[in-house]
């Protein structure tokens, strides 16, 4: 709140605080996030990049919640997720947290609204179905609400995945790789999708290792085992002269680093 | 600690709003239909042990209320006494068994728990009506107080009365089996008929009673115990007679009564046994109640084994399908299932799946009653709502027993392992 008033930038979402992260693989040690340090404002458009093992998988879960850091701290919108209970974490994700999966993860033999209902189940929302209807027409998919996943082509598929992360209205909608298992044209209809919700307001992060994905969104952090090792916020340009060429900015600090 | 905590948070849960509940039982058909083949065999233990429980608890309650209903029909207050002579060392004390007018005289008289007597004498008969011949009747001797005592009455006609038994008049009265056997009608009340050689008239006709355990009871003539006597002298120190007891409370007291006046009669010292035999409707009752023991225990190791079969079959599922869902396990908790959540899910599904076992066991219990009921000696089944509460109470509690443990290894998956499960 202090950062806000000073600066003027929107209050921060998540605040990432020297984080790390050990695993035990057996009797070995893995050191996954090695004190990383991230702010994500409101309405941040962000692409989480990085090759495999690099750490990109554990920080999106520990910025989902699914996870929680072995060391430092995690605020969510202020408070101290870091060490909440399973229970607790559950509700944050149900209720803060919109996740797109690159495999869709839509429950077989139910509706399309059936799953988009689905986390207002968990949170006892009440209204579901006109809530559900609502996230269905943000993605402009109410037409096949009464669908079964297995009618619906891969794009839609990702579509109600996507309005079942709206429907709880969440702070973060968080997708990893929502264009892996696309062809280009239904993927790059996914992330206009994005766009649009991104000009709606809403905070997205994407975890991707696609160029063409990351020139979606308007900041990069670039993870190297598990440290950050590139984050275009700290680019010194104007924020306005990297939103009027998305395309350029990141390309070529891709082939800088 | 925590696993307790777990624990009694689940506990706490389970009275849990019913419309989640509604959702995972909705979940839970869902997954049983779209699994069909594999439910079934599944609950196929659970179907056989539901099955054997409704067939088995329907069997013995329409035996017992046949034998509620004959015993009824016998008159609720009825006993039968009886000459008896106790065959082995202990009968040798005695004299021969003999039962006389006299002693039937003196129960009516000094045994105050009884209300009215009347003698019998059986002997199998030859009747004869017209050209129609019939061996091996049942004939009985009594008084005009078998009507009542025997809770059977005549419909058609009269029974024989006072005045009958006090002249030893040739007079019978004929049951609607007998009446079918000899191929005649109603109209053959007024006319005569043969007993033994005699020439009897007819006064009436007994109602139909139906038979018991393949016995007809409506194959009979009864004529008065007077003529009885003349036709078959011997039987004059062989009577045997029912009694009809006071009320249905008083009938150990009656019984007591009439072994005290015969013992004293007969002149039995204390330590001989009796000469005679009291039957009573109880023990008809002990022998059915000894029947339904025998099938209890039959039943109980029949439903405990297919229950536990079932309950295994139940269990290995379930932990088939935690395998396999382990990605919408994942799912659910990253859009904010919890730990309870996923457990009372799948919980719901294992009690589901062995209700549905056990409503299908309930409906062929039920088409096994019916087929056995076609046939025509076989008594009314009955399956009372006990049964079928018991069944599902039963089938339910293996779907909770053995669903806890696929359930708890549903609910510990952590969500990062279950989404990246293949």
Not at chain 1, 168 to 179: F, G, N, R, W, Y
Not at chain 2, 66 to 71: A, D, E, S, V
Not at chain 2, 375 to 382: A, C, D, I, L, R
Request: proline share 4%.
């Amino acid at each position: 709140m202090v950062t806000h008033t000073a600066t003027q930038y929107p209050p921060p979402v998540i605040e990432l605080i020297d984080v790390h992260k050990v695993y035990r693989v057996g009797t070995e040690l893995v050191h996954a996030l090695r004190g990383t340090s991230l702010t994500i404002r409101e309405n941040e458009y962000v692409a989480i990049m990085g090759p495999s093992g690099s750490g990109k998988s554990t920080m999106m879960n520990i910025i989902g919640c699914l996870d929680v850091p072995t060391g430092g701290e995690y605020r969510l919108r202020g408070q101290d997720v870091s060490k909440l209970s399973q229970s607790k974490l559950a509700r944050i994700r149900g209720r803060q947290i919109g996740f797109v999966f690159q495999s869709f993860e839509l429950l077989p033999r139910t509706t399309a609204l059936k799953n988009v209902e689905l986390p207002l189940v968990y949170s006892r929302t009440p209204h579901r179905r006109q809530r559900a209807i609502e996230a269905l027409k943000r993605v402009t998919l109410v037409d096949r609400a009464h669908h079964h996943p297995n009618q619906l082509s891969g794009g839609e598929k990702q579509r109600v995945a996507i309005a079942r992360a709206l429907a709880q209205q969440p702070d973060i909608i968080l997708a990893d790789e929502p264009t892996g298992n696309l062809d280009s044209t239904t993927g790059e209809e996914i992330m206009n999708i994005m766009d649009g919700l991104h000009a709606e307001g809403q905070t997205i992060i994407i975890v991707t290792h696609e160029d063409h994905i990351a020139r979606h969104c308007r900041r990069i952090i670039r993870l190297m085992d598990g440290q950050i090792v590139l984050d275009t916020a700290d680019d010194k340009r104007s924020p306005a002269a990297r939103v009027s060429h998305p395309s350029k900015v990141p390309a070529q600090e891709l082939a800088a680093s | 600690m925590k696993v307790l905590r777990f624990l009694l948070s689940v506990l706490l849960f389970l009275p849990h709003r019913a419309a989640a509940l509604a959702t995972n039982v909705a979940t839970a058909l869902i997954q049983i239909w779209a699994n069909k083949i594999r439910s079934l065999l599944t609950v196929l233990g659970i179907i056989i042990a539901v099955t054997s429980i409704i067939t088995v608890v329907s069997f013995v309650q329409g035996f017992g209320d046949y034998f509620t209903n004959f015993l009824r029909g016998l008159g609720t207050n009825l006993m039968v006494v009886y000459p008896e002579w106790i065959r082995g060392p202990r009968g040798e004390y005695l004299r021969r068994a003999e039962m006389t007018i006299e002693d039937i005289r003196a129960v009516d008289a000094h045994a105050t728990a009884v209300r009215r007597t009347t003698p019998r004498i059986w002997a199998p008969a030859t009747l004869e009506y017209g050209r129609q011949q019939q061996t091996g009747v049942t004939l009985i001797a009594t008084s005009q107080f078998f009507q009542p005592i025997r809770n059977f009455y005549v419909d058609v006609g009269r029974f024989f009365g006072a005045v009958d038994v006090g002249n030893a008049a040739q007079v019978c009265v004929l049951g609607r089996e007998l009446l079918r056997k000899l191929e005649c009608d109603e109209s053959v009340v007024g006319d005569y008929v043969h007993i033994d050689g005699q020439r009897f008239k007819v006064v009436g006709l007994l109602e139909t009673k139906g038979s018991f355990m393949g016995d007809n009871q409506d194959d009979l003539a009864i004529i008065p115990w007077t003529t009885g006597l003349k036709m078959y002298p011997y039987a004059r120190n062989y009577l045997g007679f029912y009694v009809e007891a006071a009320d249905e409370a008083q009938i150990p007291e009656a019984e007591g009564q009439i072994v005290r006046i015969l013992r004293q009669r007969h002149g039995l010292k204390p330590g001989q046994p009796n000469d005679f035999g009291v039957f009573k409707q109880d023990q008809v009752l002990q022998e059915f109640g000894r029947v339904r023991v025998i099938a209890t225990s039959v039943l109980a190791g029949i439903v405990s084994i297919s229950l536990l079969v079932g309950g295994i079959g139940i269990m290995n599922v379930m932990l088939v399908s935690v395998t396999e869902r382990t990605r919408e396990i994942g799912l659910r908790k990253s859009v904010g299932a919890r730990r309870r959540d996923i457990l009372s899910q799948f919980l719901t599904e294992a009690v589901v799946l062995s209700t549905v076992g056990g409503g299908i066991g309930i409906v062929l219990g039920y088409a096994i009653g019916f087929v056995a009921s076609l046939h025509p000696k076989m008594v009314e089944v009955n399956v009372p709502l006990w049964s079928v509460m018991l069944a599902l109470g039963f089938s339910a509690g293996v779907g909770i027993f053995f669903g806890i443990v696929p359930a708890f290894k549903a609910a510990i998956v952590h969500p990062i392992d279950a989404l990246r499960h293949e």
